[in-house]
């Protein structure tokens, strides 16, 4: 008689036939439904990273799954060398929601900036002036915009870019929050034409920035004709408490990236937004891709936004966040040196001397809650933003537990 596979069995198969690119907890996943997931085992745990913020929505949400079965059943794939019915009322949907007018799909949250470093050079050459080959993007340290070699190149984690060089020039990495760093790389501002910049950094432990730096940095491109582009592919669609995190700030970026939760977690969608003064530099052959704005994705990430807005789930966020964000910071462990966060979405950052996140995270998931380490030392919380309110004060408590046990 065959053995009924356990955890044990799907780590060992992962580990001897899958690259090591991960350091995943031990836990193995076969269902999810709404903020909860089951390991095959049977056991249940509530869900404190949200795919890194892709199933805002919840897992297996009715309203997004159905809308992929029907189109699957129907057309999923045209490539766009030919037009398809999904395609523009998609568009004209996901621009009148973020107030940009127009929008340029991709796939996956990296090909979505890679697209705005495409727009901002060749608006910097076309439309600024600037002299071929002079561009010059700012980027901040400890960001993480995505893992191909052009964005690994301006990362300062050495484990992203170690071994992967030579990388693309162009990049000037300036340190997060720091204006006058910022306006003194700006310099004369003529070979500058963009400043990329994560609104709340989430892969860094959710660092916010001063409450003046965005504003800030609005201020210095309109001052230098640069552009502003916020990569959102994290922090919006609700996450932060707003449909976009950085208009917190009273702030209008001139570009966009987004991602991650567009799709509800269901199919890979990702989208480049700005006005037609930026999106205009591209014509035919300049850019694309062969599943970018295909039916299937228009279709899923229309039912996504859907459920945003009709669910009013950037108001939760909101406001169970800040229930959240009370509570950990009440906790009062001797291991937190701080609590950092916004909207529904909390950065739990230890001593050193604590002996690392992970330990906590192992500990978090035999509690029945899973949660993601970053930078070592932080506790990085992110609940489906349907998470009810009982499952996280029933959560809290359990954080609390863990954070404040004895060694």
Not at 121 to 150: C, D, M, S
Not at 239 to 250: E, F, I, Q
Not at 328 to 346: D, E, F, K, M, N
Not at 356 to 363: D, K, N, P, S, V
């Amino acid at each position: 008689m065959q053995a009924t596979p356990n955890s044990r069995s799907f780590i060992d198969l992962e580990d001897r036939y899958a690259a090591h690119n991960y350091a995943p907890l031990d836990v193995v996943l076969c269902r999810g439904e709404g903020a909860f997931v089951w390991d095959v085992e049977g056991r249940r745990y509530l869900d404190c990273l949200a795919a890194y913020s892709a199933v805002n929505q919840g897992h297996n949400h009715p309203r997004i799954v159905a809308a992929l079965v029907r189109q699957a059943q129907t057309l999923a794939l045209t490539s766009r060398a030919f037009r398809n019915d999904r395609f523009g009322p998609f568009c004209r949907k996901l621009t009148e929601l973020t107030g940009y007018e127009q929008t340029l799909l991709m796939n996956t949250g990296a090909e979505a900036v890679e697209t705005a470093i495409k727009a901002a050079r060749r608006w910097g050459y076309q439309v600024k002036g600037v002299p071929e080959g002079r561009a010059r993007i700012l980027v901040f340290e400890n960001n993480f915009h995505g893992r191909t070699t052009t964005i690994v190149g301006f990362s300062t984690e050495a484990s992203s870019r170690a071994h992967f060089g030579p990388f693309a020039p162009g990049f000037e990495i300036l340190p997060y929050g720091d204006l006058a760093a910022v306006e003194g790389a700006f310099g004369d501002g003529r070979d500058v034409v963009a400043v990329l910049v994560e609104p709340i950094q989430g892969e860094a432990g959710v660092v916010v920035p001063p409450p003046e730096f965005l504003p800030g940095l609005r201020r210095l491109c309109d001052e230098h004709r640069a552009l502003l582009i916020c990569d959102e592919i994290q922090s919006g669609l609700g996450r932060a408490g707003a449909m976009l995190a950085h208009t917190l700030s009273g702030v209008r970026a001139d570009a966009v990236t987004i991602g991650k939760a567009l799709s509800g977690g269901v199919y890979p969608v990702s989208a480049f937004l700005a006005d037609r003064a930026v999106m205009d530099v591209f014509t035919p052959g300049s850019h694309g891709s062969t599943y970018g704005g295909n039916p299937l994705a228009c279709a899923v990430a229309e039912a996504a936004l859907d459920v945003l807005v009709d669910e009013k789930l950037v108001d939760r966020a909101r406001e169970l966040g800040a229930h959240f964000l009370a509570a950990l910071r009440a906790i009062g462990s001797p291991h937190v040196a701080q609590v950092r966060g916004v909207g529904l979405w909390a950065g739990v950052v230890l001593h050193p001397e604590a002996g690392g996140a992970r330990r906590f995270c192992e500990a978090l998931r035999n509690e029945g809650i899973l949660a993601k380490e970053t930078r070592r030392h932080t506790i990085r919380f992110a609940p489906p933003l349907v998470v009810a309110r009982a499952d996280l004060d029933q959560a809290i408590d359990r954080i609390a537990a863990v954070l404040t046990e004895d060694d």
